[in-house]
């Protein structure tokens, strides 16, 4: 079955300073891999997404991702953050049924 | 802009009331989703919908059940509310394929007395 998995529960960075959030799924053919971000009291917003093509994908807010499928990895990067990018995050895969497999999240907390 | 509505943002409920949560969206998608969000557990799927009248069950569809007969109006249904059904309700809706952005509504965070 397809998942994700986001190692990192929380994630403090300072305003300004380089971003790098993990995800690492498990699927047997090519992906489809999401990154989204929830802010507090919100529904999710896609960050991007991708499923062929280029494997460095540029999305909105300044975010990126790049897939390596020699690592299993979509990581979302970010050169500088901005404190109203403290948000939660989520990868996500799609499954055979078009619904998605979650990553439990990571909570980003910028500092001034 | 698309736009998924969700009936209620906070909801207060009793241990065995039945409980609807509605979402409406307005993009003719033919996919909808409803789940559920705690807390470590990130984003888990109870029932999606990819047409009028059709259903499947998701990861954790036990408690719950969903009609669905118009396009646009997904509902979720406690059948007898329990605290641990305490939790954020996402609604989410797309156009069918893999490749398709779901969009989500703001969620309704319900509590179970």
């Known amino acids: 079955a397809q998942s994700v998995t986001q190692p990192d529960i929380h994630i403090t960075v300072s305003e300004g300073a380089s971003l790098e959030l993990r995800c690492n799924y498990s699927y047997g053919a090519t992906p489809y891999l999401f990154w989204y971000v929830q802010s507090p009291g919100q529904g999710l917003q896609l960050l991007l997404k991708?499923?062929?093509?280029?494997?460095l994908v540029q999305g909105i807010k300044g975010f990126e991702a790049e897939f390596k499928r020699s690592q299993s990895s979509f990581n979302l990067r970010k050169p500088s953050v901005h404190w109203s990018d403290a948000a939660e995050y989520f990868c996500?895969?799609?499954?055979?049924?078009?619904?998605?497999?979650f990553g439990k999240g990571t909570s980003l907390l910028v500092t001034p | 802009d698309v736009k998924v509505t969700q009936s209620s943002r906070y909801l207060v409920k009793r241990t065995g009331e039945k409980v609807f949560l509605e979402c409406v969206q307005d993009?003719?998608?033919?996919?909808m989703f409803w789940y559920r969000q705690d807390p470590g557990l990130g984003l888990r799927l109870i029932y999606f919908s990819y047409d009028v009248k059709m259903k499947e069950k998701g990861d954790i569809p036990e408690g719950y059940s969903v009609s669905r007969e118009k396009k646009e109006r997904f509902s979720l249904i406690l059948e007898s509310a329990s605290t641990n059904q305490t939790s954020m309700y996402l609604c989410?809706?797309?156009?069918?394929?893999?490749?398709?952005?779901?969009?989500f509504g703001p969620g309704t965070r319900l509590l179970v007395l």
């Open positions: 993009m003719d998608h033919e996919n």
């Open positions: 991708y499923f062929s093509g280029d494997t």
């Open positions: 989410a809706s797309s156009f069918p394929g893999r490749e398709e952005t779901q969009y």
């Open positions: 996500a895969v799609a499954n055979s049924g078009y619904a998605l497999n």
